[in-house]
């Protein structure tokens, strides 16, 4: 393949990572990150219990949590490429997560009658 | 990027807004730890409802703290009203329906206040009789399944029957 060709192609990959890239003081980038980790390792922790659950609401209130801490990964996203557009799919996740576990809470209830 | 006029005010800002996210991280992964090491599917469910909606508050909030302009804080406080409004009734419609189904409480439960309340045929709570010791007759014949031998605390009979409240102890003794 040309020389040419493939350098003018890659050349677009750092362009666009430097438009995207995050805004602020870099202390603060440093501490979004670090709690971005923290947040991953909560997840894994979060998805270890929606696997091995003994019984189905066990899933359920895993799968609540796993909502919640998508939630607040939005939110720090939000802080950290200087969008406070992003609160919008805060909300509208929220109340989504509430719908859906709200239904899984009649369905199990529904399922518990004879 | 980073050439914005900082202040003293801006720098109060930015220290509230890393305090309040490295607060909102601890209590999340301490609710994922209440979600991993509790034993039982309520004390689960309290712990991930209480330490993961303070968390993810304090995280929404640090949103508010970082952006100070009007619409950005009222719409964080709106999510943060909503979530605290959301949560205790998702995690208490869990609760009942997981009631409901017999998901099995923690050998060392001490009292169950709503056992005998529910009536498995008509599917309906009911008022609930005061604890008595008598364990002939088990009103929950549908959620008796493996734990019979649990006991319903009173005054009385406090002498005879020790409370299990370790769970190792109360495997080993019913293997």
């Known amino acids: ?114 | 990027m980073n050439e914005v006029m900082v202040t003293s005010v801006t720098w109060f800002n930015y220290t509230l807004t890393v305090l309040l996210v490295l607060i909102g991280g601890f209590f999340s992964v301490l609710a994922a730890v209440g979600l991993l090491r509790m034993p039982d599917v309520y004390t689960r469910m309290q712990a991930a409802t209480k330490a993961g909606t303070l968390g993810v508050g304090c995280m929404v909030l640090a949103v508010a703290t970082h952006f100070v302009t009007l619409d950005v804080v009222l719409e964080s406080l709106l999510v943060i009203v909503m979530l605290f409004i959301t949560a205790p009734i998702a995690s208490h419609l869990i609760a009942r329906a997981a009631y409901f189904v017999g998901s099995p409480l923690w050998d060392g439960t001490a009292y169950d206040e709503m056992r005998g309340c529910y009536d498995a045929d008509s599917h309906m709570l009911h008022n609930c009789p005061m604890p008595t010791s008598d364990d002939s007759v088990d009103p929950r014949p549908s959620l008796v399944a493996g734990r019979t031998s649990r006991e319903v605390m009173t005054d009385e009979d406090d002498e005879d029957t020790t409370p299990r409240r370790h769970p190792d102890r109360s495997r080993s003794q019913a293997s």
Do not use: H, K
């Not at chain 1, 709690?35 to 799968?63: H, N, Y």
């Open chain 1, 1 to 114: 393949m040309n020389a040419s060709l493939v350098s003018s192609t890659f050349a677009i990959v750092p362009a666009q990572i430097e438009t995207a890239m995050f805004e602020g003081p870099i202390a603060i980038q440093a501490v979004l990150l670090i709690v971005l980790g923290m947040l991953a390792l909560a997840m894994i922790g979060c998805l270890v219990r929606l696997l091995l659950g003994p019984t189905l609401p066990d899933r359920v209130v895993a799968l609540d949590l796993l909502g919640m801490f998508a939630v607040a990964v939005i939110a720090i996203f939000a802080i950290l490429i200087g969008r406070p557009v992003l609160l919008s799919v805060c909300l509208i996740m929220g109340l989504i997560l509430f719908l859906g576990t709200a239904a899984f809470a009649l369905y199990l209830e529904r399922r518990a009658r004879p």
